[in-house]
């Protein structure tokens, strides 16, 4: 366990950094294993600001650290996280603000102008990231009321994912019933076998009794 230490490092620091790409969040576990406390300290800090869509501590982990991550080869890998991060800082405003402008929206996500701060969130709602609507004309996006989740498509997704756990359950079950044609009673004594085999019995019993009587 305590053989390849630098290699185990690497490995685990590339991992989390595809993972997030990825749009999953490690276990909090894998930066607490004792071989892994310091060395994934940066990428803890990352992943927390990733969580949370925090691009002011994104940018802070991505200058504090920017040495370390070119060191590990991960610093192109970490430099395409910013969509992520934005991507879930639109999902944090869009919860919190039932409507709010371009212009507040670019201040938020420290984009350049409402313009670009329009196209990531219609790109967001295209994605399916945000339910929202876009106002062009007043400049602002409106949330949508999303407190009812059965007037949402989250009931026919998580549906839909049953039915094909239990069809595959269903295949999977059938290919494993499959057997080769009349093998499952080659071993079953046929009826006329039986018959023959009680006969023999009877047979040998009857010789059996009469030796004992020849005896006495």
Same mark, same amino acid.
């Given at each position: 366990q305590s053989t390849a230490t630098g290699f185990k490092q690497h490995v685990a620091k590339m991992t989390v950094t595809v993972d997030l790409l990825l749009g999953n969040i490690p276990a909090r576990s894998t930066f607490l294993a004792p071989q892994m406390r310091h060395a994934l300290a940066p990428y803890l800090q990352l992943t927390q600001s990733v969580k949370s869509g925090d691009l002011v501590k994104f940018d802070q982990t991505l200058q504090a650290f920017a040495k370390q991550f070119q060191d590990d080869h991960t610093y192109t890998l970490i430099m395409r996280l910013h969509h992520n991060v934005v991507k879930t *800082?639109? /999902?944090?405003?869009? =919860? *919190?603000? +039932? /409507?709010?402008?371009? !212009?507040?929206? !670019? $201040? $938020?996500? &420290? =984009? %350049? +102008?409402?313009? %670009? !701060? #329009?196209?990531?969130? !219609?790109?967001?709602? /295209? %994605?399916?990231?945000? #339910? *929202?609507?876009?106002?062009? #004309?007043?400049?602002? &996006?409106? +949330? $949508?009321?999303? +407190? %009812?989740v059965y007037a949402t498509r989250e009931p026919q997704i998580a549906f839909n994912q049953r039915i094909e756990f239990c069809l595959d359950l269903h295949n999977h079950s059938v290919k494993a019933m499959r057997f080769p044609p009349k093998s499952y009673n080659k071993d079953l004594e046929s009826a006329e076998d039986r018959r023959e085999r009680e006969a023999q019995d009877l047979e040998l019993a009857k010789e059996m009794a009469e030796e004992e009587d020849d005896g006495y």
């Open positions: *800082a639109v /999902r944090t405003i869009s =919860l *919190a603000y +039932s /409507r709010i402008t371009f !212009a507040d929206i !670019a $201040k $938020k996500l &420290m =984009l %350049d +102008s409402p313009e %670009d !701060a #329009e196209f990531i969130v !219609a790109k967001a709602i /295209r %994605d399916g990231v945000i #339910e *929202a609507v876009l106002d062009h #004309e007043n400049g602002w &996006m409106k +949330s $949508k009321d999303t +407190s %009812d």
